[in-house]
T-cell receptor, first 113, second 116 residues
Framework: GENVEQHPSTLSVQEGDSAVIKCTYS??????FPWYKQELGKRPQLIID?????GEKKDQRIAVTLNKTAKHFSLHITETQPEDSAVYFC????????????FGTGTRLTIIP | SAVISQKPSRDICQRGTSLTIQCQVD?????MFWYRQQPGQSLTLIAT?????????ESGFVIDKFPISRPNLTFSTLTVSNMSPEDSSIYLC?????????????FGPGTRLLVL
C-alpha cells in the first residue's frame, strides 16, 4: 500500500519567516495530495490540496508544490504568524474515486513571536 | 462543506466493555470513513463505512473488534468492542460528498476515549 513520509517532525520559525514541510510518497498511482492543519484538541482542517495534473497551487500565504517524478510534495507558508502554530499533516490518495487517505506522520510547527 | 458531529465527545470506559460512537453529517455524502489517532500521532484509517453493506477494513483492523454500521447516507456508528487500555485514542469520522476523485474530506470533532 501507499506510504507517506513527512519531514521535519518539529519546526520552529521566527514570526514573519517562511516554513517549509516536505512529504514523499511511495506509489506513483497517487493522484490527490491534501494538507491538513490540526490545532490542539481540534479536528484536522483542510488548508490546501493539489492534484497530480498540477505542479503548484497557491492560496494567499500558503502554497503547495508537487514533483511527480520524484514523488514528493511540499507545503510552503510565508510571512508566518502566531496562529500558524499547529500540527500539519500531509496525505495522499491512491484510489481515484475511493478517497482513502494515507497520512504522513505530522509536523509540529511553532511560530516564535 | 460538510458539517459533521460526533457523540460522545469523550468517554472513560472500563476494560472489557464496549463503546459505540455516532457520526452524523448535515447532508448526504457518498463516502464515510473512521480513523484512529493515538496521542501525539498521525491518523490511521480503520475502515470505509459502506452504506447498506459491510464496512471495508484496513490491514490490522477487524470487524469483530470495530463493528461499523452505516444505515443511510448521513449517519454511521463505530463500536470499539472488548476494550483494553491500548484502545485509548481519538476516533474520528470523516465524509466525502463527491466520490469522483480528489474530493475534500471533512472530519468530525473526534471522540476522545480513555480505557482504564
Amino acid at each position: 500500500g501507499e506510504n507517506v513520509e513527512q519531514h521535519p517532525s518539529t519546526l520552529s520559525v521566527q514570526e514573519g519567516d517562511s516554513a517549509v514541510i516536505k512529504c514523499t510518497y511511495s506509489d506513483s498511482a497517487s493522484n490527490y495530495f491534501p494538507w491538513y492543519k490540526q490545532e490542539l484538541g481540534k479536528r484536522p482542517q483542510l488548508i490546501i490540496d493539489i492534484r497530480s495534473n498540477v505542479g503548484e497551487k497557491k492560496d494567499q500565504r500558503i502554497a503547495v508544490t508537487l514533483n511527480k517524478t520524484a514523488k514528493h510534495f511540499s507545503l510552503h507558508i510565508t510571512e508566518t504568524q502566531p496562529e500558524d502554530s499547529a500540527v500539519y499533516f500531509c496525505a495522499a490518495s491512491i484510489d481515484f474515486g475511493n478517497e482513502k487517505l494515507t497520512f504522513g506522520t505530522g509536523t509540529r510547527l511553532t511560530i516564535i513571536p | 462543506s460538510a458539517v459533521i458531529s460526533q457523540k460522545p465527545s469523550r468517554d472513560i470506559c472500563q476494560r472489557g466493555t464496549s463503546l459505540t460512537i455516532q457520526c452524523q453529517v448535515d447532508s448526504q455524502v457518498t463516502m464515510m470513513f473512521w480513523y484512529r489517532q493515538q496521542p501525539g500521532q498521525s491518523l490511521t484509517l480503520i475502515a470505509t463505512a459502506n452504506q447498506g453493506s459491510e464496512a471495508t477494513y484496513e490491514s490490522g483492523f477487524v470487524i469483530d473488534k470495530f463493528p461499523i454500521s452505516r444505515p443511510n447516507l448521513t449517519f454511521s456508528t463505530l463500536t470499539v468492542s472488548n476494550m483494553s487500555p491500548e484502545d485509548s485514542s481519538i476516533y474520528l469520522c470523516s465524509a466525502v460528498r463527491g466520490g469522483g476523485g480528489g474530493e475534500t474530506q471533512y472530519f468530525g470533532p473526534g471522540t476522545r476515549l480513555l480505557v482504564l
